[in-house]
């Protein structure tokens, strides 16, 4: 399982960041998908999943209605489009799948 995420960066609060997750070693269509984060200093923290064939999104209570998860079955990717970002949003961000992690891209909220 190979998990390789891009698209951090820092943003100002408000701004937007897409993430991407390009999956190999396993079946990703067959496969559900999920982001978590993990901030300086804290534990972990599940943010988003979707179901193998995209039907189904789930979203944690603090990036509802500013996330939005989606995949590309067809090229084995994953990504998270993130808007109205805010500095609590600054974090690691992790694409999960099959007990495996990626190596997580940084995302940080500042002015």
């Known amino acids: 399982v190979q998990l390789v995420e891009s698209g951090g960066g820092m943003v100002q609060p408000g701004g937007s960041l897409r993430l991407s997750c390009a999956a190999s070693?396993?079946?990703?269509?067959?496969?559900?998908m999920s982001w978590v984060r993990q901030a300086p200093g804290k534990g972990p923290e599940w943010v988003s999943a979707?179901?193998?064939?995209?039907?189904?999104?789930y979203y944690s209570d603090s990036v509802k209605g500013r996330f939005t998860i989606s995949r590309d079955n067809a090229k084995s990717t994953l990504y998270l489009q993130m808007n109205n970002l805010k500095p609590e949003d600054t974090a690691a961000y992790y694409c999960?799948?099959?007990?495996?992690w990626g190596q997580g891209t940084q995302v940080t909220v500042s002015s």
């Open positions: 070693g396993f079946a990703f269509s067959n496969s559900d």
């Open positions: 979707i179901n193998a064939d995209g039907s189904s999104t």
């Open positions: 999960t799948a099959a007990g495996s």
